[in-house]
């Protein structure tokens, strides 16, 4: 059972470029989560998902935006890189919108540097 | 953005030692979380808690829900080399707009020497 899968691993970007980072899960869930981590800074919320065609702002959204592409996937979009976005970003999905609070399962994470 | 209060910040043990770290608030969360991180990878749950006063174990680790609903302690006991990694606690707060979303302590780090 793969859990929530995230593509790429790693990646090297320049100032200015774009990229999308994607996230897969195969539990059935319906909420989804991107997180960006950094050192000394925990785990912060980017954008989230409830369910299957809502998006809604986290802590840190600016400069990124979303796509729930269907219930299983959820991608992040950066438009235009810059330094301050190198960072360890996790995906992680959860089993209930609203309602009782489940734990989040989390990706292995995709480690991007912009240069 | 608000973080819980996690200590300690580091642990540096002996094999075969207890380990104990917590996490506090000055809100009241309905479920408490801990979670390991290794490194390289993404976090991974290691028990959910969900009642005030609730206590439960996962093989040689046992985790806690504060009696007011603002804490929670995770021990280890007779820790093994594996055991080494960064430690987080997270919880849902009570609040009506944080739906879902979850608070993360900064971490405990564990180095576990032989």
């Known amino acids: 059972n793969a859990g929530v899968t995230q593509t790429p691993k790693f990646q090297v970007l320049k100032t200015g470029q774009s990229m999308t980072l994607q996230c897969a899960q195969d539990?059935?869930?319906?909420?989804m989560y991107w997180y960006r981590q950094d050192p000394g800074m925990g785990l912060r919320l980017i954008y989230y998902s409830a369910s299957e065609g809502t998006t809604d702002k986290g802590e840190v959204p600016n400069g990124y935006n979303v796509s729930r592409l269907n219930k299983r996937e959820f991608s992040l979009r950066l438009e235009s890189a810059a330094p301050s976005q190198t960072s360890v970003y996790f995906c992680?999905?959860?089993?209930?919108?609203?309602?009782?609070?489940?734990?989040?399962?989390f990706g292995d994470g995709t480690r991007l540097s912009i240069l | 953005g608000q973080q819980l209060n996690q200590s300690p910040q580091s642990m540096f043990i002996q094999e075969g030692e207890d380990v104990s770290m917590n996490c506090t608030s000055s809100s009241i969360f309905n479920t408490w979380l801990w979670y390991k991180q290794d490194p390289g990878e993404g976090p991974v749950l290691l028990i959910a808690l969900y009642k005030a006063g609730e206590l439960t174990s996962n093989g040689r680790l046992t985790a806690q829900f504060g009696i007011t609903r603002k804490d929670s302690f995770l021990n280890i006991s007779a820790s093994i080399p594996s055991d080494v990694g960064i430690y987080f606690c997270?919880?849902?707060?009570?609040?009506?707009?944080?739906?879902?979303?979850?608070?993360f302590g900064a971490g405990t780090q564990v180095v576990v020497t032989p």
């Open positions: 992680a999905s959860s089993g209930h919108p609203g309602g009782v609070n489940q734990p989040q399962h």
């Open positions: 539990m059935n869930h319906n909420s």
């Open positions: 997270a919880g849902h707060p009570r609040t009506t707009d944080s739906w879902g979303k979850l608070q």
